[in-house]
């Protein structure tokens, strides 16, 4: 004679189907009928995170020379305070070729390419210009005695700048041995980085 409360399995009742088992979590091992291997319980709709997709080498560059041009109004600025301290401001052009490939590498999270390698050439070179201009246009402030903000928005300030620039001949003559020496000094300062940047960029 059996008990009441025995532990056998009760069937459902009729016409209604079986309970299904609770679903296991996200990333558990489902059970598989006998006889099978189990698998992994399959994420749900909208839940799967696509694995992320590396730069591309064009990518690398363009967001290493994008933070390359940071340098060019940090190098003019510092070549205009130095220069009208009377120090030799040339020695920017050094700290402009080496801040220029440390901000390329720190963008771009990879060796130079040679792409790169020309692209800081042009980013040091036009750092050097702007800021021979910036040294002879602070030059013409103060022989004016006009305060700075008042000179560069006034329209007739920047035109006596042209004006000299491109009709003043006594003007280059007497800037002449300061560009000189202020390349002199660019080419000896960049030549050792630019160099090794040229053999990274060819390996």
Known sequence: MTDATDDRI?????????????SPEYGEFAPAPDGQAPTAAAAPAGES???PQPFTQAERVGRGLALALLII???????TV????GFIASIVSWGVAIGAVRLYRFGSKARLTRGAFWGI?????????????????SDLIST???PLGDALTDSRVWSLFADN?????????AYLPTVGLALLFAVLGCFTTL???SQESRA
């Open 82 to 85: 130095l220069w009208n301290i």
């Open 49 to 51: 995170v696509p694995a």
């Open 195 to 197: 160099r090794r940047v």
């Open 10 to 22: 009760q069937p459902a009742p009729d016409g209604l189907p079986p309970l299904p088992a609770p």
């Open 73 to 79: 109004p940090a190098g003019v600025i510092a070549w």
């Open 165 to 173: 620039l491109f009709t003043n001949g006594d003007l280059w003559q």
């Open 144 to 146: 004016l005695k006009i």
């Open 121 to 137: 050439i042009v980013i040091v070179a036009v750092t050097l210009v702007l800021s021979l201009l910036a040294g002879i246009y």
